[in-house]
């Protein structure tokens, strides 16, 4: 069992940035690809990240390329999102999810083992 709690969602403007945490506990996190969805309000969830166990490989949908970056620190049992140039429409509540399989193709489904609660990111104009 994996528990994850995200932390660092808020208000934001347009144009700037915000940092999420997700802190892992339970079993070796190492074990563990990572990754970051969110759904905003009347959208399916969308998957955005994903992070190797080793941090060596990651991956990112277009939507977000370029202004999102995703990262862990193993030591600290923790994986980040770096958001940056916020737009209004990256307006949702942010999850991350651990799997102890890598597979885009889980990610790009959903279907990751373990999901923390979500925190609300909100971006003015």
């Known amino acids: 069992q994996v528990q994850l709690a995200e932390s660092g969602g808020g208000l934001a403007q347009a144009g700037g940035s915000l940092r999420l945490s997700c802190a892992a506990s339970?079993?070796?996190?190492?074990?563990?690809?990572m990754g970051w969805f969110r759904q905003a309000p009347g959208k399916e969830r969308e998957f955005l990240a994903a992070l190797q166990w080793s941090g060596g490989f990651t991956y990112y949908v277009d939507s977000v390329k370029g202004r999102f970056i995703i990262s862990r620190d193993n030591a600290k049992k923790t994986v980040y999102l770096e958001m940056n140039r916020l737009k209004p429409d990256d307006t949702a509540v942010y999850y991350c999810a651990a799997d102890p399989v890598w597979s885009l193709f889980r990610f790009t489904k959903g279907t990751s083992e373990y999901w923390g609660q979500g925190t609300q990111v909100t971006v003015s104009s």
């Open positions: 339970g079993r070796t996190f190492t074990d563990y690809a």
